[in-house]
């Protein structure tokens, strides 16, 4: 039997309006952790200020040699506290996390060469790269 839905976060860190959560991930977060801190693949936990719920921030740049644009990409994706803790502890692999996303929406925000920025809330397992 598949699982419900499991329920993350507040109005705060992880309501319906993508733009309101995406404005407020600079001031309504705690940083909590650095688990990758690399120039063109990061990944750090942070802590909603309102609910203490912790998302995981998965920064992936993918360099574009011939030209200065590069694409860059963000995924704000929640945890349960047993994934933040094996994230931190090193026993759950940051090229997993893209499996969690099967059931649970996340924020996506796409800097795509040379085109406009997009953001929209995803779901649905993912993969996750390194980055270039
Ligand atoms: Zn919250």
């Known amino acids: 039997m598949r699982r419900p839905m499991a329920a993350?976060?507040?109005?705060?860190?992880?309501?319906?309006?993508?733009?309101?959560?995406w404005r407020g991930q600079r001031e309504g977060f705690e940083h909590e952790s650095d688990v990758v801190d690399g120039s063109h693949f990061s990944v750090d936990v942070r802590r909603c200020r309102d609910c203490s719920q912790r998302f995981v921030w998965i920064f992936t740049e993918l360099v574009d040699w011939m030209?200065?644009?590069?694409?860059?990409?963000?995924?704000?994706?929640?945890l349960t506290p047993a994934e933040a803790t094996g994230l931190i502890a090193g026993t759950l692999r940051p090229l997993d996390l893209g499996a969690l996303g099967r059931d649970r929406r996340r924020l996506d925000h796409d800097w795509?060469?040379?085109g406009p920025?997009?953001?929209?809330?995803?779901?649905?397992?993912?993969?996750?790269t390194e980055g270039r």
């Open 67 to 78: 030209g200065g644009d590069d694409a860059r990409h963000v995924t704000v994706m929640p």
């Open 117 to 128: 920025a997009a953001l929209h809330w995803d779901s649905g397992a993912f993969r996750v």
């Open 8 to 21: 993350f976060g507040c109005a705060t860190c992880y309501g319906e309006d993508a733009q309101a959560v």
């Open 112 to 114: 795509p060469t040379g």
